[in-house]
């Protein structure tokens, strides 16, 4: 018998959910899972045109607004790397400018962690005439950046927001990341989601996240009751956000 196993052969409920969370499919990036709405209709507008000023354009939104799926999009029809402000290195910097890339994508700008190398990384798009795409949850005049260098550069960029998502596009993503965990959830308690959850993004990926760790601890399925307690501490904060 394994060691991690109990009494019964099975494995302990911890070991059990992370399990199921690991064995759970990644969301999808792809182009056909794009739910095209009022909201992200300027960043697709310039997303499917050339000729950015100075080759830069940075898309700004909330949480779970759908930049990122944009930006995997854009990077795909480019055949475009993708980089990550929050792990940005030297390595990544002298890669580009050994390669020259045509085009390039920074998403999660807001999150950097070494300014100097974006500084560089923007240097060096310049003088490899690099189109440059990026992405952040905050518009560069709310980042609290501390090399001006970088500051004004930032400021210079192009900017196009994603507004808040409308209802249909709060209930794609609903669906979508159901179906992505394969969780069964009734027609009554998805409408009874749409009229309570805060009305973002990231609050449906917070609440299906917290659903579906609700069911695999209770073994069981979901009732307006149990997504009620489960997800308590979300619309506490939205009751509070209102008062």
Do not use: Y
Request: charge should be positive.
């Amino acid at each position: 018998m394994d060691k991690e196993a109990g009494n019964d052969g099975l494995l302990p409920k911890a070991s059990a959910l992370q399990l199921a969370l690991a064995l759970r499919p990644p969301a999808s990036v792809a182009e056909r899972h794009f739910v095209p709405a009022a909201s992200n209709a300027q960043a697709r507008h310039w997303l499917n045109q050339t000729g950015w000023p100075d080759r830069r354009l940075l898309i700004h939104g909330a949480d779970s607004c759908g930049k990122s799926h944009l930006l995997h999009i854009w990077a795909a029809r480019r055949q475009a790397r993708v980089l990550d402000a929050a792990r940005l290195d030297a390595s990544d910097l002298s890669e580009i400018a050994a390669n020259a890339p045509t085009a390039l994508v920074l998403d999660h700008l807001d999150r950097v962690t070494s300014e100097r190398a974006v500084l560089h990384l923007l240097n060096i798009t310049r003088e490899c005439r690099t189109t440059l795409l990026m992405a952040s949850r905050l518009s560069p005049v709310r980042m609290p950046i501390i090399l001006p260098d970088l500051a004004s550069r930032l400021r210079a960029v192009t900017l196009v927001p994603i507004m808040p998502p409308e209802d249909k596009l709060r209930f794609a993503l609903l669906l979508r990341l159901i179906a992505e965990r394969q969780m069964v959830i009734s027609k009554p308690i998805l409408d009874w989601l749409m009229c309570h959850l805060p009305r973002t993004g990231d609050a449906i990926v917070e609440a299906v996240d917290c659903l579906d760790r609700a069911t695999l601890a209770h073994k069981r399925p979901l009732t307006t009751a149990l997504a009620r307690e489960a997800l308590a501490a979300l619309l506490a904060c939205d009751d509070e956000s209102l008062s």
